[in-house]
């Protein structure tokens, strides 16, 4: 997602970021169904039944867990993100818990499986994406099996025709193209969640797995940008920085914006959230003087929780919620 | 575009490739009009009068002049494209040559200029993204104001609300955002035609405009990818390779696939183009055998163009369009 679009409350499809492990599948919709496995009914649901069951309607913001992972000094192999992958949309489809109740969880159930249908070869294996939740996590009542992102049937790239939503949680929960969904009494050991996907500096290590997004404030760049250095250069005088702030945890409490790289900081107005999970939208009034300027925000969540100047290096490049930084050019004027 | 897309005759929105040179403007669809500007008569269009109009729509193929920068040797600081700045979507709107004449064209214009709302730096100077067209192409039947892409209004990153549509030229022609149409007396000399999009070797050289797509042919890559190396893994036995080709001169005669490194090369079967500018369709017969092997395409248009093994180095990395190489290993099989 180009950062301009921080200005808009729901992203537009085609700059609401993608992360895509393997090839694009292009399922026939008509055929398409999720499979219920280890439940204690069967149950198997096509799009037209997926589309017969109550309605609900969220806007959600979505981020890649490998976010800023190209900020790193010691950048690891991966998608070298540096801050677009991320978005918000407002997603609709149908509340997974009653289904989820219909096919009848067993008792021992600890974890719920989600395959998609893409598949690759990850780690000299072939297999399809897949990722486990706790069973906790997906009886919550805002957890959806959506079908449309902004009042249109999902495009091929976001998961058509159906993916999950977990709202709060990093991107890689959040399964597209929906194949089966999976009831297991032992928690689950995919790829996916026991060796990508988790917080560690060696590879020997268990590691922690990768759940909610940090707290995070982005500021839209101000001015406009070179060609292609992409540089900002922005006229003198008043004008209103603006940008979005989110965690997974709880709501934003806090957004600071500093004018001199990170010395000094001032709160900005902080609009309240329109959803659960879906972004604020924050502004910062300044009156801009001739030369360069090292701008930064960072945000506070509802648990005391902080943006850090640096965040800890780790193998896989995850969770990099370090203070937003944007250095910009005030022109002399005209 | 990721390539496995080229199995798709329409790009979805999302998958299309998009060259944004600055920020993506977002302007209120209400107020916006194109104005007309050294015409006979003064005219302004707003959408609805844009939508009021005559209506047409037709499959276009679009490319951008940097395709394949990436892939020459000397490798030229810009977009680093590797295959996949291309697409094909079914752009609906109005012709513009009707309303070319309507505006009343001065007897002695020789070229038509486009003014997008995009605006940055380039060059060292505040400008907004500005193309000529010589008047002949701009009154040619099917060059149309667009204002939707595959049966929906035009996405903000495609240009919202209307931007043009040349069908036959590389992307760079097709200016987003549309704010002002002008009729010249003289040739457009501004930035995106003088100085940027020119074939050159030394930026002292005037340089040849770039105008029309060079005959392409690309190939979805075979099997499954690896994460996140994206090597292809295929399982041995009959499979169909396919692809698109595509000419802005000419219609495709012939597509040639090797499975030899390019060394040795059996025609592929083509299909019809959809439209005069819409890339056509190839499917090769292939039973695959364990171990390396390194593909190829090429296509040939009916001017005689073919593509070549390797295209001539230039300036600002344009016009690659060299031989399509897949390498795909096939697997010992289960």
Partial sequence: MPLEALTADLTPAGLH???????????????????????????????????????????????????????????PLSQPWLLEAVGTAEWSGTPLAPLLRDAGVPAATVDIAFAGLDRGIEGGEEAGYERG??????????????FEMNGQPLLPQHGAPARL??????????????????????????????????????????????TRMRVRSLMAPPG????????????????????????????IERVEVSLDGAATWSDAEL?????????????????????????????????????????????GGYANNAVHRVRVTVTAGS
């Fill in 17 to 75: 970021y993608l992360l895509i492990h393997y090839d694009v599948p292009f399922p026939d919709h008509a055929s398409w169904a999720i499979t219920f496995d280890g439940f204690e009914r069967p149950l198997r649901l096509t799009l037209g039944d997926l589309r017969a069951r109550p309605r609900t309607s969220q806007p959600v913001t979505l981020e890649c867990a490998g976010n800023g992972r190209a900020l790193f000094e010691s950048r």
């Fill in 133 to 146: 939740l706790p069973l906790a996590e997906a009886m919550r009542e805002d957890v959806m099996i959506a």
């Fill in 165 to 210: 939503i977990v709202p709060g949680w990093y991107g890689m929960a959040h399964v597209k193209w929906l194949d089966r969904i999976t009831a297991l009494a032992e928690p689950f050991e995919g790829y996916q969640n026991t060796v990508s996907y988790r917080l560690r500096e060696q590879q020997e290590e268990p590691g922690e797995a990768l």
């Fill in 224 to 251: 406009l940008p070179t060609f292609p250095e992409r540089d900002r250069m922005l006229a003198p005088g008043p004008t209103t920085l603006q940008g979005r702030a989110w965690s997974g945890s709880a709501p």
């Fill in 271 to 315: 609009q309240p959230a329109p959803a659960a999970h879906a972004w604020q939208r924050w502004t910062f009034d300044w009156t801009a003087t001739p030369g360069m300027h090292d701008l930064a925000c960072r945000a506070t969540d509802a648990t005391g929780a902080t943006q850090p100047m640096a965040a800890d290096p780790n193998l």
